[in-house]
């Protein structure tokens, strides 16, 4: 195939990290507002273009993470069962902050095995899925 000698065995290029999902938003502010005050994520980048606004946000402002999209005559319509998930250390807290402040809870916390999970909506509708993962090995851990 190709050229290359068959004996002959080359690393393939690979991705090295995730770094960010889109998400597409009506209103940039008030998206940034639910990320930061109700998940605590801070600003990566942001980037005001002439016909949008990028906005990345991410834990500790260090991707993985959202990257927020408000750009001219663009109408958000999240998937129905498209989510974006985030480990958080206590899920019932944080959906009583989250509801506190006056957004959606979709799922209240549950357990699956040994993790607990809940899901919240953004202001765009989009789903956001808070789970802390205990139940999950980490890479490098033993299973």
Known sequence: ??????DRVHAAPSVTAFDHIRLDVADIDVAERFYADALGLSSVVRYE???RVILQMAPDGRPAGVELWQQRDLVPD????????FRVADVPALVEHIR??????????????QETVAFVADPDRHTIELNDFLGRPTVGAPA
């Open 100 to 113: 506190a402040l006056g957004y959606r809870v979709i799922a209240e916390p549950y357990r699956i095995e």
């Open 1 to 6: 195939m190709g050229g290359a000698s068959p």
């Open 78 to 85: 999240p998937h129905p069962t498209h989510h974006v998930a």
């Open 49 to 51: 273009l002439a016909d």
